[in-house]
């Protein structure tokens, strides 16, 4: 495993482990902790799941009773798209994470504008159309584009109409301040990796008095909503990670200035380039860019090789490149999706690692641009990390 230098662009991916939740973790690490036991082991070990999820639910406002750990914010997603306002069409975002696009396959994707953000027009027609209660499922940020969404504006349509609405929160927290009472939502999903803790931890907030039927069964658990024996490593990295996210929501005003530097020095170097979400309001952290005729995939091995790690706009497995369904419920045309790169910054990340990178981006693009419209031909055969899985 090799740790994250400072050429680490990839924190919407996943976030390096915050040192005090290594430290939180690795002083628990050892001691027999199941929540369950009666024992004195079990209750330090209910004690500090706890506290956990009281610094869970601190950091979206929520009460800590509102709190369900589940396994991934991805498990956390297909059960509230499962057991929310069962029997009701299932109503999404286009631009949602695949761990909501897969977990129903049958839901009706409600478009976006060319920024990337809900069409709210088109959500109020979908429900008139509906004619009932409808679920909808709708992100905070865009793990892609970084683009925030009008979440209270669509839970308030939607709640008009009798309808209930799931949040994927996952992007945001950190990035935003995240509050669960006015956003209005039903339900909110974290993931613990995206803010510095572990991985392999999510959870699933719920809005005051609203019990589901569990997705995962067999024991009782987080006060019987999730069965199997509580991730207390998890939740503790969890817990110390969420405390840490006012300071993280103080270093987002530096990073928009350091992700504005870079798109300017792209834009400079060559004013063709697009800058995706540009026109919506969006997560300081992150810049979602093309640059015409400079294929992502080989950008993204270059960088590599000058020792940044950043993401592609598109999937790339089996040799063959898919264009992201972010950037195609956008209108993006595939041949310029296919150049798109992501860039996600954190508190970490230096004003010399940002202008470093903009440099080694800036001399790919000369490059291409010297070897003219014929140069060689983009490389598909990397197993890029796919910026719209993660
Ligand atoms: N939702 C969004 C917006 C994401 O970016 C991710 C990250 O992959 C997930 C959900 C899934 O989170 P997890 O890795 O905890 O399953």
Same mark, same amino acid.
């Given at each position: 495993m090799t740790l994250p230098g400072p050429g680490y662009f990839d924190w919407n991916a996943t976030a390096p482990l915050r040192p005090e939740a290594a430290a939180a973790m690795i002083a628990a690490m050892g001691a027999p902790g199941n929540a369950s036991s009666v024992h004195r082991f079990g209750r330090s070990a209910k004690a500090a799941l706890e506290a956990a999820r009281q610094a869970v639910a601190g950091a979206v406002g929520a009460g800590a009773d509102r709190v369900v750990f589940t396994g991934s914010a991805t498990e956390a997603n297909n059960w509230a798209l499962a057991a929310l306002l069962p029997g009701a069409p299932r109503l999404v975002s286009a631009v949602e994470h695949d761990s909501v696009l897969a977990a129903r396959p049958d839901a009706q994707r409600v478009p976006v504008d060319r920024d990337g953000r809900l069409d709210l027009a088109a959500l109020q027609r979908l429900l008139a159309a509906a004619g009932g209660p409808v679920l909808l499922a709708c992100m905070l940020a865009n793990n892609e584009t970084g683009a925030i969404q009008p979440v209270a504006e669509a839970a308030a349509l939607v709640h008009a109409a009798g309808g209930a609405v799931h949040c994927d929160a996952v992007q945001a927290l950190g990035k935003l301040p995240v509050d669960f009472a006015a956003l209005g939502v039903d339900t909110l999903s974290l993931s613990a990796h995206k803010i510095g803790g572990p991985a392999g931890i999510g959870a699933l907030v719920l809005r005051p008095g609203l019990a589901l039927d569990p997705?995962?069964? /067999? /024991? /009782?658990q987080e006060r019987r909503q999730r069965a199997g024996t509580e991730n207390l490593l998890g939740a503790i990295g969890f817990g110390a990670a969420a405390a840490a996210v006012p300071a993280m929501l103080d270093a987002q005003p530096r990073l928009a200035g350091l992700r504005d530097g870079i798109e300017a020095a792209v834009r400079a170097e060559d004013p063709q380039a697009v800058v995706f979400a540009a026109g919506a309001p969006r997560l300081a952290n992150t810049a979602c860019l093309a640059a015409p005729g400079l294929p992502a995939q080989t950008a993204l091995m270059a960088l590599d090789l000058a020792g940044f790690a950043v993401s592609s706009g598109s999937a790339c497995s089996s040799g063959k490149v898919t264009p992201s369904h972010v950037l195609a419920a956008m209108g993006v045309p595939p041949a310029l999706s296919a150049c798109a790169l992501r860039f996600s910054l954190g508190p970490e990340t230096s004003a010399e690692a940002a202008e470093a990178l903009a440099a080694a981006l800036c001399a790919q693009i000369a490059r291409r641009r010297s070897h003219g419209a014929q140069g060689p031909r983009p490389q598909a055969s990397i197993a890029a990390a796919p910026a719209n899985g993660l």
């Open positions: 997705f995962i069964r /067999g /024991g /009782g």
